[in-house]
């Protein structure tokens, strides 16, 4: 008998794609605000976040890490950033996934070195070392840092000008014409999503079991593949009938001006200065 399950399979599932939809569509927003670092060339922008992300990768003090992480937040300030919103973006994924494989670092199996305390796991006993410790700290550190910088780069740039940029710093065409293509076509998916979901609860009502709400997801999941596929040959056909010849051509122009080679220079020297402090601590 059908059951009626106020959170059913199908809601969840149909709940999450238009909040991913939302957040996007509020990252755009966020790029189009007048903040600092929305006014930069785009150009100057990608290397100067390339210079931070570097300096986090060669630190070897999470000190310093702490500190380019404090930067970043700064930056994010400025740039008229809900911090909720950016912190949101940059830990519940990557960060937590690199805490999870830096935990084996913690035992003296994988790192030997002074022993700080131990436990018993079903017979085992399992040592957590200083260097260990102190090794995990600086992998997750590095992470975080990289991860916000490449994020507060996404979040404060349009899409289709970071992938000009890309295609200006010489990054493959296939690359760049894979992301924007991937950008373009997750909202009709989305959208084929949303207008799927109402079919099925136009048919079936509110009234049903988590077992058909899953059977009714994975047949729409095939279905949305084949239809997929088929599109994807559409568009391709299409796109050779107007004389695509395997690059993208976006018509805006970057501009450099005073306010970004000031910044360029500014970014330099506090990425020197921090890899200087780096080297004095270590």
């Given amino acids: 008998m059908m059951v009626f399950k ?6 969840r599932s149909i709940t999450g794609a238009l909040s991913f939809l939302k957040e996007s569509i509020f990252a755009e927003e966020y790029a189009g605000r007048k903040g600092l670092l ?10 100067t976040m390339l210079f931070f992300i570097l300096t986090g990768l060669f630190a070897r003090n999470i000190a ?8 970043c937040l700064i930056l994010a300030r400025l740039s008229d950033i809900n911090m909720w919103f950016f912190l949101k973006r940059t830990w519940v994924f990557i960060p937590l996934f690199s805490l999870m494989i830096a935990i084996p670092a913690l035992f003296d199996f994988f790192t030997p070195g002074d022993a700080l305390f131990a ?10 070392t200083r260097q260990g410790l102190s090794g995990a700290s600086l992998f997750v550190a590095r992470v975080v840092v990289s ?15 970071l992938l000009k940029v890309l295609s200006i710093f010489r990054v493959p065409p296939v690359f760049v014409m894979t992301l924007g293509m991937c950008y373009r076509y997750i909202y009709l998916f989305l959208d084929v999503v949303t207008h799927t979901y109402l079919a099925i609860k136009s048919r079936v009502g509110t009234r049903i079991d988590y077992d058909k709400g899953q059977r009714l997801v994975a047949w729409n999941i095939a279905s949305l593949w084949y239809r997929s596929y088929h ?3 559409a568009v391709y056909q299409a796109m050779l009938s107007r004389g695509f010849g395997g690059e993208f051509v976006i018509l805006d122009e970057f501009k450099t001006n005073k306010k970004d080679r000031i910044w360029l220079i500014m970014t330099l020297l506090c990425c020197v200065g921090i890899l200087w402090a780096d080297r004095m601590i270590s």
């Fill in 6 to 11: 106020k959170n059913n399979f199908i809601e």
């Fill in 147 to 161: 991860v916000s910088f490449a994020i507060l780069l996404s979040i404060t740039t349009r899409h289709f000008a």
């Fill in 38 to 47: 929305q006014a930069l060339d785009p150009r100057i922008k990608l290397l």
């Fill in 119 to 128: 436990f018993h796991i079903f017979g085992y006993e399992l040592i957590v």
């Fill in 64 to 71: 310093i890490c702490g500190i380019l992480y404090g930067i």
């Fill in 231 to 233: 599109m994807h040959e």
